[in-house]
């Protein structure tokens, strides 16, 4: 057996010089209570205070972080656990663990690793490496662990220090988890809701139809007309306000926001509803869509989040079986400063606007959101996403931001997580390499040490809550 | 208040080992002569040699490095002594000076604090760091400093050991600064020319007309018809090598170059006097004149400088209010081997031809300069420009060049700067990030420790003299 | 005189905590025979086992990194020993030698002086550094050298402890060297065809008739249809796996994979018998080709590499006079997810299958080979390729590479030389630097050091054996 024992000083920087000054940095923020202002954590989940499924279910299956580098390695999903053509899960949970305790070592130097070590060792306390060998005795440990009252939702909840979390909502979600939340005396926590209206924006979406239906149903406002929806999607957030949320997402291809004339909008909507719109119809009502959202978020004051640039469903055979958000989602060429062009010269300098941009293409960092966020006064740099959530690639976020942006026009660490029990660990790795980072400034009398212990301690509080509107 | 005293070892590595490597390197070339062969200091102002005016309007509202991040974080830019509609500033420059001291935690990290911090202790001798409490104190200060004879511009000039300050100048520019600076005994120093002829590329932009009608009467040869245009030009770039001038520049939206047939170019022209040219007539027009500078500098050996990729005035309604150069041109995604083609096909190897090749697209060091520049006996890879001219742009540039061009075929660093108390903090930042770079070779045994000293040297002196043609 | 003693601990960490645990996984590796299952090395040479002509001839010469760097710096390539319009060099090997020698500083900080430098001492014993001095004596010992047995191709082979040697071949090769030298009793190592059909994808190209006809002779199958030709490539195949073939290589100039409809490729290879295909059809058809190939490999199994977007040629003059492959052939924008749409969704996860993914283009590496390589069971990220193949360029490649994919679905390193002598300079290169990576993650507490000597054996020995099926 192998030792699982993360090490007090991991990601902290090799030079000893630095290490002790990113010690000194790192122990002011440690345990700093979590900001968590975009991720997609169930709040019924947290309404209902169930246990856990097996350990397996909560770790595994819904985790594409780790099923895609186990499916990479030649692992078919279904024996991860996940449903094949809507049927029902045709392996255990034990078996699906297994998968993983013999490819452990397929992660080696990947930050799931990373994760997973701390959460394994941190959360669960387990003291071994995950083995063939020791598999089943790991699973049972764990499957125990999970069926203790300190392991339910709102018990880690409190024990993680999670200040705010944010989830990611359906404009026609009732919110009801969230406002029960919100009146419930025995909770603390504060669980918001994000809109997210990304099914609205797609007229050639099978589902859009539906969608609209739905968000009629809701929103008691008719969504069947182009007008009607964006009525419906503002009554629809402003609930989202009373709910508690402070921002909206948005998912697209690319970041074009050129607007319609009203009547053009409408026209492309009956086509939509007609089945007759084609992909450049389809476009641009999905770019006039990104510009109205923009224009709402100047009206009521909702923190606008923007996620464009991923490839959804890359490989066909695999959605049709699995369906969405099974791993093959992948990073497009991201492009920010032209699309984005009458949004920001419409809403760029209103104090009521706010833009937060992410991206999964780095070359964006320092040739487009670092420039937008070092002028325009709506515009901060959203931190690394997806792929580039990794110590790596905080740290040439940092390098290439901070340039053109420094530290004030940035988002603060998004979790950006469906799996509530890695919350901590991404929150702490962060911390540490961005004590690394600010390190290195003060090793290179770039920063004072009292400057980097004031900016080390925005990045954890004052920034978050004051990018995402959270005071 | 906090002490301002930057430290001897700022921005040299942090391991000792190679810091030591490093202090010694920084050592040969921290007193060297600046040769700045690219910028946008003003001849006239060496030549009046009047006082500098107060110290808000010497280093914040001219600056737009500084007033773009003072304007992100919410300041207007009136509120920085900006001009609003061509009218008077409405502020005093003590309240502009106090909105930077009162956000002086903004630049954190950022290289404008890096410079400033320079600047202030080293040219100015203020103690104490910039902040609400001090801010009326230290603009006194400041004042009080700049209406000494020891702060007038030829003082200064000589004071920072300037061997060459090149400005950018309109072919129409009459260069009266220049040569008188260059007939006054009194003045020992070199500020030369450069030809920069980008008004006469765009026949769609509104100055075009009566920038012709200048070039006309100064070149004293008709330059309405294109032949006459070129014709014009061709003798003002002899007037500019009569006053001294070794280069050209050129801004250019992108580096296409696709030469036309005279009569094709002439009816472009001609389009364009009549304002019949539309957008792509103008794009063939401005391709046409970069290649025709190019061949004009095979001609006249006139060192051909490239800065491509810029989207000018981004933010429309800042531009109506304030104009050009304000904080919001922002980069481009850049290419430069295909455009380039046609240029480097007819002159690539032409002994009298030489292209520096700047940009703000990152991606395109290792993929497009430094593969050109290892290739090519013409073509030189420009130090990093702009958003990339910062310590931590600047390793990234030595790490992507050095591999495919070396040294050797680099530009020597550019300030490129308007403000003039800032050229020798920029040129001792690039100077310790080379040491750095250097000294991070020595101690993995890529390069001796002779040969690094050799190498930093060369970068200082050898390298612009030779690249630029000043020798 | 400078001597030339290339350190024992060149490119590990300057950082001695880093260093120490570099040290020790390097030295677990330094000796591990070496994988080259990718490279351009003539399988006659081997066969012949002659003495290897004068050290310009075999250093310089034919090493488009080391005269692109020389004609950067001026030196016409007929001075560098090229034959000019075909006919023969105009100037001696000694005088080429001296070319480089005037020049030696010129490649200082490049990789291509540290291939140069450690095999120059570690491979033919020199001591000093080449210098315009000593360049007559330089060139005398290694002529000298090169006359002895020891030198001969197949000592040397033995000597660097090639386990594998795969080879670039055309279809139309007889592979009667393969054959010779696996059936010579005398000849221990393993030299393998790898299967490259770049020659028929491209109806445009003036040699595309000629390449048909060579193939419908050496397959005995006609290859004048397009049904035909598939046949006469898959029989070429056959027998490339019966030399020993594991593996074909592709260069196109993108990734585009869209099949055609049988027919109507047939109809473009009609047009491109007659001549009248246009750039359009020629395009379709070449991309239809890199589909059939990946076909192809799901059905025999041959690893398939695809070496996408280099612009070949790209100095008309250049080319007119010395013809391709003179070190201007540059590098061009890359993308891999969409273009490889149609390869993947069909044979994304089939067993038989495997596609290595290189670049010239880094921001690849992070956005879509990292990405690809972590969910497709069949897809490798290739290491780091020709301007990237690099000191640097490696830890980019590793940093980059190692979030989304790990180190199991690399390629291992990949010396992609003509450069027979220097292939030992550039795995051991590779080995320093990846110990160097795994060093820092070990410091960094990121990896454990057990683990990081597994990876480290790893990736000289299992990696590339079972990524390239040479078990």
Redesign the interface.
């Known amino acids: 057996m ?1 030792k699982l024992a ?2 007090p ?10 290490r002790a000054i990113a010690r000194q940095l790192y122990a002011e923020v440690k345990d700093a209570p979590i900001y968590s202002p975009h991720g997609h954590v169930d709040a019924a989940m947290l309404l209902a205070d169930q246990p856990f499924p097996d350990p397996a279910a909560l770790l595994i299956t819904p985790d594409h972080y780790v099923t ?2 186990l ?4 692992v078919p999903l279904d024996q991860l656990g996940l449903r094949r053509d809507g049927g029902e899960p045709t392996v255990t949970g034990r078996a699906v663990w297994r998968q993983l305790c013999e490819r452990w ?7 799931v690793r ?1 994760w997973f070590e701390t959460e394994l060792s941190e959360v669960f306390g387990l003291t071994e490496q995950p083995s063939a060998a020791n598999a089943d005795e790991l699973y049972d440990q764990l499957a125990d662990t999970l069926s203790t009252d300190a392991f339910r939702p709102r018990a880690l909840f409190d024990r993680f220090r999670i200040a705010v979390l944010a989830t990611t909502d359906d404009p026609a979600d009732d919110l009801a988890a969230h406002l029960a939340l919100r009146d419930d005396p025995t909770f603390g926590g504060r669980v918001i809701p994000t809109f997210r209206a990304d099914r609205y924006m797609n007229p050639q979406e099978p589902t859009w139809v539906d969608k609209l239906d739905a968000l009629s149903a809701r929103a008691d406002v008719d969504a069947s007309t182009y007008g009607g929806m964006l009525d419906a999607l503002r009554s629809r957030r402003q609930a989202f306000i009373a709910a508690g949320g402070t921002a909206t997402d948005t998912g697209v291809i690319d970041a074009g926001s050129e607007p319609l004339e009203p009547g053009d909008a409408e026209r492309l909507h009956r086509a939509g509803l007609d089945g007759t719109i084609d992909a450049e119809g389809a476009a641009a009502y999905r770019r006039n869509m990104l510009y109205q959202l923009a224009k709402m978020s100047s009206e009521d004051g909702l923190v606008m989040q923007l996620h464009p640039g991923v ?1 959804r469903n ?5 959605f049709d079986s699995y369906g969405p958000d099974t ?2 989602d ?4 991201s ?1 920010y ?2 699309p984005l ?1 009458p949004i ?2 419409d809403f ?2 209103d ?1 009521t606007f706010r833009l937060v941009l992410f991206t ?4 964006a960092f ?3 959101i ?8 709506t ?1 901060y740099a959203g931190a690394p996403w997806w ?2 959530d ?4 905080i740290r ?1 976020y940092r ?2 931001i ?8 940035t988002s603060g660490f998004i979790d950006d997580t469906r799996a509530f029990c890695s919350i901590p660990a991404r929150h702490d790795m962060s911390r540490r390499v961005d004590a690394g980072f ?1 390190a ?2 003060v ?6 040490e ?2 980097a212990v ?2 080390a301690r925005r990045l954890v509080a004052d920034i978050p809550i004051q990018t995402f509107r959270l005071a």
């Open positions: 192998t993360p090490h000083d991991r990601l902290l920087p090799a030079d000893p010089g630095e895609r580098l499916h990479s390695a030649g070592d397929l992660f080696l130097g990947t930050p990373y490839i890359h490989h066909r055979p695999t791993g093959h992948l990073p497009a060429v492009l400063t032209v062009t920001l010269r760029g300098t104090p999964v293409d780095e070359t320092s040739r487009e670092a420039p937008l966020a070092g002028f325009y006064p515009v792929f580039l990794t110590p790596a690639g040439r390098a290439a901070t340039d053109s942006a420094g530290f004030t026009k600010l290195g400034l090793a290179t009398h770039q920063l004072s009292e400057d004031a900016v």
